[in-house]
């Protein structure tokens, strides 16, 4: 169907005599879903796999093992924590990982000393990986430079100058590793089991590897139905996210995605969530802009990110969950063996 997610070869698309037609396809992806898959992307192999093959270890390890990886102060965002519904199923695991390690490192970075204490919450590492940091700056650097390039070719196909949706060097990330269980419950349809709730993301644009035996990521067209992402082992997904919605005015629509249960492995996925710098105000782009008026508020990116957490507990925390943020300690769910 040409109104499914297509596979774009970047560099192809990327290239001074790409084909209209490629281009065409790109353009009409980016203003209708809000996701592409690309391939020819320039991310090495051995960092996909160093990374994947790192945190696959350490998912793997008996649950008393991971569960010394939650963040010892009760952040969400931080270190290792897993999630049931609401019958005490595991739903999915995750590990968060912050840009920076913590404040000193933001603000030996260059981060103000406001803006490092979105870091005051360390990072864990597993000790069980020794490698494991190093592989996550490499991954993070190559994703980012996707979607450097991704913002390029969009600027390309809404014919404006190659720079106008640039991250500055600044950039602003995270990175999320999701591990989604085998699903041995009955489900009579996908709405009855969502191991992911649908959402856009609030990034500017997200790029994500998944791995698995099913499609279980879904993009949303615009009339509401749902389509698989297929699963390639040589492809990255990019997803539009709000800010470069914001930006476009509307033009570009935030990819709108959901995971649904299924397959007889686990299903992995990862992701860098990409945003312009702290400092950045996101605001309608004078290319974009409607002279009678927009829709879109101005969005402060540290506004966002500084009240991420208290937003997130405030729709999705559970009574012991708040309880651990509010005393500062690890907080790990219970869930079904």
């Keep these: 169907m040409p109104d499914d997610i297509p596979t774009i070869d970047l560099a192809a698309a990327?290239?001074?005599?790409?084909p209209e037609e490629l281009l065409a396809t790109v353009r009409r992806a980016a203003e209708t879903l809000g996701i592409i898959q690309v391939v020819n992307h320039g991310v090495p192999t051995e960092v996909i796999a160093g990374f994947n093959d790192g945190f696959r270890r350490v998912l793997d390890l008996p649950r008393a093992e991971k569960e010394q990886l939650a963040s010892p102060t009760g952040h969400p965002n931080r270190g290792w924590r897993q999630w049931p519904d609401d019958f005490g199923r595991l739903e999915l695991e995750r590990f968060n990982i912050a840009q920076y390690d913590?404040?000193?490192e933001a603000e030996a970075a260059g981060l103000s000393p406001e803006?490092?204490?979105l870091y005051r919450h360390v990072n864990v590492w597993p000790p069980q990986e020794p490698g494991l940091r190093e592989a996550t700056h490499r991954y993070r650097d190559a994703f980012v430079d996707v979607?450097?390039?991704v913002l390029t070719l969009y600027a390309r196909v809404l014919d404006v100058p190659a720079d106008t949706f640039s991250l500055g060097d600044d950039v602003h990330t995270t990175v999320v590793v999701n591990n989604y269980p085998?699903?041995?419950?009955?489900?009579?349809?996908?709405?009855?089991k969502l191991l992911l709730l649908e959402h856009a993301d609030s990034s500017t644009v997200t790029v994500l590897h998944q791995e698995g035996d099913y499609a279980g990521l879904q993009g949303q067209h615009p009339d509401g139905t749902w389509t698989p992402v297929p699963i390639r082992p040589d492809a990255l997904q990019v997803f539009t996210g709000t800010l470069l919605t914001n930006w476009t005015d509307g033009r570009l629509r935030p990819g709108r995605h959901r995971v649904v249960a299924?397959?007889?492995?686990t299903r992995r996925s990862s992701a860098v969530f990409v945003h312009p710098g702290l400092d950045t105000v996101v605001a309608p782009l004078p290319a974009f802009a409607d002279p009678d008026g927009s829709d879109f508020e101005p969005v402060s990116v540290w506004e966002r990110a500084n009240g991420n957490v208290?937003?997130?507990?405030?729709?999705?925390?559970r009574p012991e969950q708040l309880a651990a943020w509010r005393e500062s300690r690890p907080y790990v769910a219970e869930v079904i063996s």
Excluded: C, I, M, N
């Design 14 to 18: 990327l290239a001074d005599d790409a």
């Design 147 to 149: 979607a450097r390039r």
């Design 182 to 192: 085998k699903w041995p419950y009955d489900s009579a349809s996908d709405e009855e």
């Design 115 to 117: 803006h490092a204490t």
């Design 262 to 265: 299924g397959g007889s492995v």
């Design 102 to 104: 913590d404040t000193q």
């Design 310 to 317: 208290e937003e997130y507990l405030r729709v999705f925390g």
